[in-house]
């Protein structure tokens, strides 16, 4: 359990099995408190129920299963039983995005409506889902509309900015924790839940909380498509944007997280928060010009990497490209938005032949490209007889390699690198064509086929 314990313990339910749900839950209990987690997926409860997790997130297991295990969590497909346990209850269900880029919220609403018509006494209903701003007010709007007993209720916007892969760590030590509230119960129950984390907690209106998030999600992005044109600029004069990187977020104004550059971001947020905050601006009036262009950006660098390739190989009909990497990012099995999906599309297209390796995500790859692939056993099996390796996602296990075996094995010694992991002087050293990503390309006179 956490050295953290709560001082006042809560009975917690938590609406949504998802990434953030689990983790949250999760969490929650090891903090102390008693909590529920609900799921209307009865197989996922099953699994749960086993000890057994549906993602891929580091320490995730551990966690549920001691916590199960003391008593502090359950799991349950009964909205019924979640509503009556929890005084707080935490809205994490799915916000997907509809054609359109807008959030569809139908879930939220849904949840809102049907806590409304369980209630029978007090609850702090807290959405944890990413939703536009003015939600909160929605939610309350349904509560109030649904509500069968005489019973005080609150509503606020607790948003969740843990990230996958580091998801556990992340919501144990946050940079800070956002509670948006119009009551004085909702500030001090969401202080106290919170408040043995000892990060700065800042206390908003609910308005303010929703926005802080789809704002530092926005920016975030924006980090990164910043770098990646700066990339661009730095391939045509020869420079290194790792460099560049390096000398500009040592500024404090500007920090060192999210400035590498390459096949620009993917996942689950980034790219459906940047739609829904461009919604969200222009139903309220606003044409939010930049985010349009951060989106615009980080589709032409996916396009770069088959770019690249065809730089080197000119036609790449019957080529074998070997990909490392298919997650959007390491450690997690998740490939929703993964750059991989586009690239490999691209490149069927174009005819070439596929091999594909990483450690997490093949699962998940073949319910999407069936048969239309190789899946390697591992690394070195992909990339034997290939024309060109691809890194896609920055696995551990693709830093440190052998590259003399690989030379050895591949038919040509060529790595488009996206997401700059290698380093150049070793890669001239061992006689690889190289191309990164904002960096000077290594053309070696010692290439070629191998004999
Ligand atoms: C992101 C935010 O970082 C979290 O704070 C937030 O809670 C979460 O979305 C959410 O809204 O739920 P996540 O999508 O898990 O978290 O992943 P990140 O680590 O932010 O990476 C997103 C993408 O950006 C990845 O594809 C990654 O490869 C890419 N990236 C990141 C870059 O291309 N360059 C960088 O410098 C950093």
Redesign the pocket.
């Known amino acids: 359990m956490s050295k953290n314990i709560a001082r006042k313990v809560y009975n917690i339910s938590v609406i949504g099995a998802g990434?953030?749900g689990l983790v949250t839950a999760s969490c929650l209990a090891d903090l102390g408190h008693k909590v529920c987690c609900m799921d209307n997926d009865s197989a996922k409860i099953d699994l749960l129920q086993k000890g057994e997790i549906p993602i891929y997130e580091p320490g995730l297991k551990e966690l549920v299963s001691t916590n199960t295990l003391q008593g502090n969590l359950f799991f349950t497909n009964s909205m019924e039983e979640a509503v009556v346990h929890g005084e707080v209850i935490f809205i994490a269900v799915g916000t997907p995005p509809k054609e359109s880029g807008e959030a569809d919220l139908s879930y939220v609403e849904n949840v809102a409506r049907e806590i409304a018509q369980l209630m029978d006494s007090y609850k702090l209903i807290v959405e944890k889902s990413?939703v536009p701003v003015e939600t909160g007010e929605k939610v309350k709007n349904t509560i109030n509309l649904y509500i069968e007993k005489d019973v005080p209720f609150d509503v606020a916007s607790n948003?969740?900015?843990?990230?996958?892969?580091?998801?556990i760590h992340?919501f144990m030590h946050p940079d800070r924790v956002v509670i948006g509230v119009d009551s004085e119960r909702a500030e001090r129950v969401l202080t106290e839940i919170y408040g043995p984390l000892n990060a700065p907690i800042i206390i908003t209106d609910i308005k303010s909380a929703e926005l802080i998030?789809h704002a530092?999600?926005s920016f975030?992005?924006m980090?990164?498509s910043f770098?990646?044109a700066v990339s661009r600029i730095c391939e045509k004069v020869g420079a290194d944007v790792e460099k560049v990187a390096q000398g500009i977020g040592l500024d404090k104004r500007i920090g060192q997280?999210?400035?590498?550059?390459?096949?620009?971001?993917?996942?689950?947020?980034?790219p459906k928060?940047l739609d829904a905050f461009i919604h969200i601006a222009e139903n309220l009036g606003y044409d939010f010009k930049l985010l349009k262009e951060v989106k615009r950006i980080n589709e032409e660098q996916k396009r770069l990497a088959v770019q690249k390739i065809k730089d080197v190989l000119w036609i790449i009909k019957d080529k074998k490209i070997a990909i490392w990497g298919g997650a959007?990012?390491p450690e997690?099995d998740?490939i929703r938005?993964?750059?991989v999906i586009d690239i490999i599309n691209e490149l069927l297209n174009e005819g070439a032949t596929v091999s594909l390796y990483d450690p997490q995500a093949m699962e998940n790859l073949k319910i999407i490209f069936g048969e239309k692939l190789h899946y390697a056993d591992d690394k070195y099996q992909a990339i034997e007889d290939a024309d060109c390796l691809v890194i896609v996602?920055?696995w551990d296990e693709f830093r440190n390699i052998d590259f003399d075996f690989l030379r050895q094995r591949m038919k040509l010694p060529f790595i488009v690198d996206g997401?700059n992991i290698f380093s150049l002087q070793k890669l001239q050293d061992k006689g690889f064509i190289y191309c990164g990503f904002g960096r000077p390309q290594i053309t070696n006179s010692k290439s070629g086929v191998k004999k």
């Open positions: 990434h953030v990413t948003p969740e900015f843990l990230r996958e892969g580091s998801a992340d998030k530092s999600n975030l992005a980090k990164i770098i990646n997280e999210f400035l590498k550059a390459g096949i620009g971001f993917g996942g689950s947020c980034f928060d959007f990012k997690t998740d938005g993964a750059p996602t920055e997401r």
